[in-house]
Nanobody
Framework: QVQLVESGGGLVQAGGSLRLSCSAS????????LDWYRQAPGKQREIVAT???????GYADSVKGRFTISRDNAKNTVYLQMNSLKPEDTAVYYC????????????WGQGTQVTVSS
């Protein structure tokens, strides 16, 4: 099993930017996909961005055009660049990996809190 540690969250005003990082305990190049999720208070965890081993990316409609996911295989790290942040982006953000049939591979970490003030 892979351990993943998220960092980079914080408090930011609406319209601001943050860059989240997710460091893995082992090599990430062969994971089918690496994903960022978020969970707001009282809501279910949702996937917001994904990047495949081939580098193909996908985004939830709510973040499309504002968030960018990237990966650095040499550093075993996945990033989430978040621009034009909105108060509704406030949540705890998590990362994880999935295999070819969509099964989550890592244990869920503490996540990193993102708070966007209006």
């Amino acid at each position: 099993q892979v351990q993943l540690v998220e960092s980079g969250g914080g408090l930011v005003q609406a319209g601001g930017s943050l860059r989240l990082s997710c460091s893995a305990s082992r090599t990430i190049f062969n994971f089918n996909s690496l994903d960022w999720y978020r969970q707001a208070p009282g809501k279910q965890r949702e996937i917001v961005a994904t990047i495949t081993s081939a580098g193909t990316t996908g985004y939830a409609d709510s973040v499309k055009g504002r968030f960018t996911i990237s990966r650095d295989n040499a550093k075993n790290t996945v990033y989430l660049q978040m621009n034009s942040l909105k108060p509704e982006d406030t949540a705890v953000y998590y990362c994880n990996a999935r295999n070819g049939v969509g099964l989550v591979l890592g244990s869920w970490g503490q996540g990193t809190q993102v708070t966007v003030s209006s």
